[in-house]
């Protein structure tokens, strides 16, 4: 298992940037996936982006060209900036970590984004 924090959430006006961090309590290379999803109010939990071990990266749609996630091997930390925010990027964010045998969640972060 490993232990997830996520930081950096906050209250931004559209067309802000924040920058989430998410430190994992084990080495990235060990991990197969990181990643982020987030939850608006009464909607399903929904994957945002994603980053191999070896830094591969994949987006969804709604947020390409806009979010950059990336990490620091050596903080064991993972991070999603994000740029030209938008009302509907209001949620809570949380990162995940997940391979073959193991899945884990953070606590998540708050992001409000106001119009």
């Known amino acids: 298992q490993v232990q997830l924090v996520e930081s950096g959430g906050g209250l931004v006006q559209a067309g802000g940037s924040l920058r989430l961090s998410c430190h994992a309590s084990r080495s990235l290379f060990t991990i197969n996936y990181m990643k982020w999803y987030r939850q608006a109010l009464g909607k399903q939990r929904e994957l945002v982006a994603s980053?191999?071990?070896?830094?591969?990266?994949n987006y969804a749609d709604s947020v390409k060209g806009r979010f950059t996630i990336s990490k620091d091997n050596a903080k064991n930390t993972v991070y999603l900036q994000m740029n030209s925010l938008e009302f509907e990027d209001t949620g809570v964010y949380f990162c995940?970590?997940?391979?073959?045998?193991?899945?884990?969640w953070g606590q998540g972060t708050q992001v409000t984004v106001s119009s």
């Open positions: 980053i191999t071990s070896g830094g591969t990266t």
């Open positions: 995940n970590a997940y391979g073959p045998m193991y899945e884990s």
